[in-house]
Structures are given as structure tokens and as C-alpha cells.
T-cell receptor, first 110, second 112 residues
Framework: GQQLNQSPQSMFIQEGEDVSMNCTSS?????WLWYKQDPGEGPVLLIA?????ELTSNGRLTAQFGITRKDSFLNISASIPSDVGIYFC??????????FGAGTRLTVKP | DVKVTQSSRYLVKRTGEKVFLECVQD?????MFWYRQDPGLGLRLIYF???????EKGDIPEGYSVSREKKERFSLILESASTNQTSMYLC???????????FGSGTRLTVV
């Protein structure tokens, strides 16, 4: 299957700092999504993006669908301890063909 | 509260055993998926189903099979478990037009 390159693999930040992570693909997607996985749980959808160039916010989270349709980024502002977890990007052509990145493991130090 | 429920959080099985992982959703979703999650590899699609008795191979179907006899239940079967199938297994479901998958909490399988 298609590979999504997600970076960074891990981040260690202080509480209050901003976070940025991104995802790139060699092929075009129609939809980009960002999920968060808390320890011991399954991933939960944070943000879905459906149009190239789209910028969407969900509280302290902001994500963008790249103009080329081959990339997306997620920003978290003013991080807090409960932001800890693994963040996954996902790209899809249709609902049955979603591909996930390898994940970014975020650690927030109080 | 809508849910995808996986029958076991932790399983330990012996090499060669036949293993069944069960997943049930209560949201009347047509689509159901099985992924495995490994460090550094993310989530890889094993099989998916978009209707009862329908199944499609994902990226890594070898060594696995699935069963969907009822809309709400999607079972993953390891015909003869091997140590390289030690992993976290995640089930998910969705409506056909909805990209927001709902995931279960996962089953961590160890094959010894």
C-alpha cells in the first residue's frame, strides 16, 4: 500500500509549548485526517480535511490540507499534559482505502 | 455512547493455535476494518468489509482470514498463530460516506 511519511517520530516538549507535526505522501489523497491515540485506547478522530488548502481548527488544534494534496500538518498550541499520546495522520481516496502514518509520539513535561 | 467493542484486551496464545479476535459495533455501520499496529509501522490494514458476508483484503492479509455473518460483528481469525503475529490489533467501523472511523480499544496479542 501507499506509504505516508509522518514526522517527527517522537517529541518531548514542555507544557505550554506549541507542537507541529506533518505528513507527506508520494500520491494524492482526497481526504486527510488526524487521529490521537491515548495509552491503552484506540485512535480517536481529531480533525478531518476534505479540500486542498483547507485549514481547520478544533480548540487548540489546527490542521491543514496541503495545496498539492500530498501533505498535511497538525499544530497544537499551548500544550497541556493531557495532550500526551500518539498522533496519526491518515489519507484516503475513499472510505475503504485509508492509509495511516507511523505516528508521532508526544510527551509533555509539566 | 457509541461503541466498538473488542472482546479481549490481552491474549496469550501458543504457536500453531487458531485464534479468534471478535469485534462488535452498536452503530449500525456498514463498514468494518481490522488493523494491526506495530511500533514504527503505524496502522496496517489486514481486511475490511463493507457489508454482511463481504470481505476485501487489505495490505497484509497473509496468515489471516475474517468472517462477517452479522452486520454488527466482524471477526479476525489467525488460522495458525505465529510469533510474528504478536501485535496490537485494532477494529474500526464507519458509515460508507463517513471518513471518521470509530476504533475499539484494541487487543494486544502475544504468540509464544
Amino acid at each position: 500500500g501507499q506509504q505516508l511519511n509522518q514526522s517527527p517520530q517522537s517529541m518531548f516538549i514542555q507544557e505550554g509549548e506549541d507542537v507541529s507535526m506533518n505528513c507527506t505522501s508520494s500520491s494524492i489523497f482526497n481526504t486527510w485526517l488526524w487521529y490521537k491515540q491515548d495509552p491503552g485506547e484506540g485512535p480517536v478522530l481529531l480533525i478531518a480535511l476534505y479540500k486542498a488548502g483547507e485549514l481547520t481548527s478544533n480548540g487548540r488544534l489546527t490542521a491543514q490540507f496541503g495545496i498539492t494534496r500530498k501533505d498535511s500538518f497538525l499544530n497544537i498550541s499551548a500544550s497541556i499534559p493531557s495532550d500526551v499520546g500518539i498522533y496519526f495522520c491518515a489519507g484516503s481516496h475513499n472510505n475503504n482505502d485509508m492509509r495511516f502514518g507511523a505516528g508521532t509520539r508526544l510527551t509533555v513535561k509539566p | 455512547d457509541v461503541k466498538v467493542t473488542q472482546s479481549s484486551r490481552y491474549l496469550v496464545k501458543r504457536t500453531g493455535e487458531k485464534v479468534f479476535l471478535e469485534c462488535v459495533q452498536d452503530m449500525d455501520h456498514e463498514n468494518m476494518f481490522w488493523y494491526r499496529q506495530d511500533p514504527g509501522l503505524g496502522l496496517r490494514l489486514i481486511y475490511f468489509s463493507y457489508d454482511v458476508k463481504m470481505k476485501e483484503k487489505g495490505d497484509i492479509p497473509e496468515g489471516y482470514s475474517v468472517s462477517r455473518e452479522k452486520k454488527e460483528r466482524f471477526s479476525l481469525i489467525l488460522e495458525s498463530a505465529s510469533t510474528n503475529q504478536t501485535s496490537m490489533y485494532l477494529c474500526a467501523s464507519s458509515f460508507p460516506s463517513n471518513y471518521g472511523y470509530t476504533f475499539g480499544s484494541g487487543t494486544r496479542l502475544t504468540v509464544v
